[in-house]
């Protein structure tokens, strides 16, 4: 892994860091969504795959397995609560995914502080996807109010990912576990 804090990768992960409030600031509380707001996640999003091409390509970086993934949180999590004030996502389903969040970061640190990294699984990816079109749907104006199962639907498929995806975690971490205490000798 190149070690390096300079980085078109990582100028645009904390770029996207840096640029969440706004979006969180342009959600309407009426919940007919914005151009603006929706167009702004879009970018934000967009760019999740742009620093990741370039990551590929030029060398990953310790910093960059760390802002990437907190980016991600930043943005979905921070839309999703701002989403949970103005009554338009229900709190329970936003509460689950922080909660997941939060327990397999803390994992992560704990893995990071032993010098093992843990990077995302495939369908952590697939998680992240469908919390981020979850998200678009629902500050996407034709869909906003006029087709809310649309978001509801991706709200929850994400509820189910990222339950699925959390235990996946946790069993990898405990089959890794296992795997390092040595046999009990008889």
């Not at 930043?74 to 949970?84: H, P, R, S, Y």
């Not at 069993?171 to 576990?177: H, K, L, N, P």
Request: proline share 5%; hydrophobic share 55%; charged share 15%.
């Amino acid at each position: 892994m190149v070690e390096s804090l300079n980085s078109w990768a990582n100028a645009i992960t904390a770029t996207r860091i840096l640029l969440a409030p706004l979006v969180f600031l342009a959600i309407p509380e009426d919940g007919a969504g914005s151009w603006w707001a929706f167009g702004l996640w879009f970018v934000l999003c967009a760019s999740d795959g742009i620093d990741g091409y370039i990551a590929r390509r030029r060398g990953p970086t310790a910093v960059g397995a760390f802002l990437d993934p907190l980016a991600d949180k930043v943005l979905v999590l921070g839309a999703m609560f701002t989403l949970v004030a103005h009554d338009i996502f229900w709190f329970l389903p936003v509460v689950v995914i922080a909660g997941r969040e939060l327990l397999i970061s803390g994992y992560r640190i704990v893995k990071s502080g032993r010098g093992i990294s843990v990077p995302a699984s495939q369908l952590g990816k697939y998680k992240t996807v469908i919390q981020q079109f979850a998200v678009a749907f629902a500050l996407f104006p034709p869909t906003a109010l006029d087709a809310t199962w649309t978001w509801l639907w991706l709200l929850w498929i994400a509820v189910v990912l990222t339950l699925v995806s959390g235990a996946q975690y946790l069993w990898f971490a405990r089959q890794s576990e296992l795997a390092e205490v040595p046999a009990a000798v008889s």
